[in-house]
């Protein structure tokens, strides 16, 4: 018997340090990478309160999640790739063509 | 026993979580990754949701991190470097999420006993799995979504193919 409530905050803590990773890290594919751990946190939030209501529309809206997860990583990881070719960086201080 | 369960795989998730932030080389952060991704795995297991728990471990910690240590081994991603980073996410940022983290976990342990308890092996009896009661919604209510999001792949194979490729 564990609380609802204690998947719940340790979903919450994954997402606040997926936030702070996200801020923080410099690297385009960290960055990349910490979305994807937002989105797991998200993840366990519907998995816990589709428990809670015992009902399976829940854990059905995670596999929508994780097939746009997995489509998404598709795509960003081209635009990566493609943005390499063209600067030859992934820090992403040095990716400031649209500022200013 | 069943907290004892959670409670190292949800320490197991922090801490990968944190090793993902602190760690400098990409491929560290990569790995770290699958270990949260494998331990939401086993949690999603406790809550009863045997048939995610599986696509967890099959679709995110195989497929998708398969393809981010992909990207990096190809584009040789070395260290990164230090760099001050952007003020205004110093400045709001890192409070803002240390005031939502703090809201958030105020109103759970506020409201614990509204929420209610999570009983090992899920709600359904034992007549119907988990996977046939998912099945059973995924293919009669929700059959137009489940098509939409085929060629929503689709969409994203091309996107992948025509952006990855090379200049003509």
Redesign the interface.
Known sequence: MVPIAYYLILAAVLFCIGIGSFLIKRNIITIFMSIELMLNAVNLTFVAFAHQWKLVHGQIFVFFVMVVAAAEAAVGLAIIIAIFRARQTLNVDQINLMKN | M??VL?LIF?VL??AG??N??FQRH?IN??LS?VV??MS?AV??W????E??AA??VI??AG??MV??VF??M??N?GE??R?T??RA??IA??PG??A??AL??YM??H??AA?????LG??LNHTTS?IT??SR??FTE?LL?FEV?SI??L???L??????R??Q
Request: one cysteine or more.
């Open positions: 069943q907290l959670f949800a998730c922090v979580a944190l993902l932030l990409p952060s990569a990754l949260v991704m939401l949690i999603y406790t809550l009863g949701a048939f995610l696509a967890q679709v995110y497929a998708v393809l981010f990207v990096v190809l584009l991603a990164e470097e760099t980073g952007s996410a110093y940022g890192i999420v240390a939502i983290l958030l976990t759970f342990m409201e614990r929420l209610g308890y999570a009983t899920g709600s988990n009661e998912i919604v995924l929700l979504p999001t929503l792949i969409v994203a194979i996107g992948a193919v025509v952006l990855a090379k200049e």
